[in-house]
């Protein structure tokens, strides 16, 4: 079974950068198209961004132009790149594989790192 271990996560201030890693364990990792997700306090997680296998990516329109995801299948690592961050950026951040059912996702959920955006 994958397990996923995200970091990269911290205090930033609002116009800055952050990047998170996402390390998947095993030998599976290049079959699964994957995705950040994050979760803000009240709020459901969500999907902001995908990678498929081949390397096409999706954002949400929060996140376009400032977010971009990116994988390396030789490291298990999937990346997200935020840049322009927000306080409504503000947020635990996850990644995991989509599923094919609409909020579905196929591997178990990791700790997630929190960022938070405030001056």
């Known amino acids: 079974q994958v397990q996923l271990v995200e970091s990269g996560g911290g205090l930033v201030q609002p116009g800055g950068s952050l990047r998170l890693s996402c390390v998947a364990s095993?030998?599976?990792?290049?079959?699964?198209?994957m995705g950040w997700y994050r979760q803000a306090p009240g709020k459901e997680r969500e999907l902001i961004a995908a990678?498929?296998?081949?390397?096409?990516?999706n954002y949400r329109d929060s996140v376009k132009g400032r977010f971009t995801i990116s994988r390396d299948n030789t490291k298990n690592t999937v990346y997200l790149q935020m840049n322009g961050l927000k306080p409504e950026d503000t947020a635990v951040y996850y990644c995991?594989?989509?599923?094919?059912?609409?909020?579905?996702?196929?591997?178990?959920w990791g700790q997630g790192t929190q960022v938070t955006v405030s001056s």
């Open positions: 990678v498929t296998t081949g390397g096409r990516t």
């Open positions: 995991n594989a989509p599923g094919l059912q609409a909020g579905s996702v196929r591997l178990p």
């Open positions: 095993g030998s599976s990792f290049s079959i699964y198209a």
